[in-house]
């Protein structure tokens, strides 16, 4: 007798991303995961039927942190899994400091913030849990770019400009 058949549900609202999420599963031959039209906020997925449910840079664009978590829950079987990943920029560090780098971090904070998001929601994930009675286990990464990484773009522009 095998292990038994996971099986794995992707949602989105948008048809086109759904097409593409599709037709890379049938070039992959993914059989065992399916993607679905799904709105979060007026879901026909089962309550209850997921023992893990994973958003990844999900809270930030929306600014609807509360909700999307409350939704992500009833998602879960008792005694499921809820991972989150979302960004925070007080850990994007530059030596030699970049100012270039800065200001775009800062203007990419601004547009998320116009736009009724938030880009530093991963900092505010451990008390958005808290209030729900989630305790958070948390699980954060350093990666260190090496010189040339197409992120540094903005402060290799500025030393080309300062010359």
């Not at 049938?26 to 039209?37: P, R």
């Not at 850990?91 to 780098?101: C, K, M, T």
Request: hydrophobic share 45%.
């Amino acid at each position: 007798m095998g292990r038994p058949r996971r099986t794995v549900v992707g949602t989105d609202v948008d048809e086109r991303l759904l097409a593409a999420a599709a037709s890379f599963l049938d070039g992959e031959g993914l059989q065992n995961v399916t993607v679905v039209e799904d709105d979060l906020f007026a879901s026909a997925l089962e309550p209850g039927s997921f023992d893990l449910v994973h958003a990844r840079f999900q809270l930030a664009p929306l600014g609807r942190a509360e909700e999307q978590v409350d939704a992500y829950s009833r998602f879960l079987r008792p005694g499921g899994w809820l991972v989150l990943e979302e960004p925070d920029s007080s850990s994007w560090r530059f030596n030699p400091p970049a100012e270039a780098a800065e200001r775009l971090i800062a203007l990419v904070r601004e547009a998320f913030a116009a736009a009724g998001g938030d880009f530093d929601a991963g900092r505010r994930l451990p008390a958005l849990l808290r209030a729900r009675g989630l305790e958070p286990a948390l699980d954060a990464h350093v990666v260190a770019l090496p010189a040339g990484h197409p992120y540094l773009l903005p402060a290799r522009l500025r030393a080309s400009l300062a010359r």
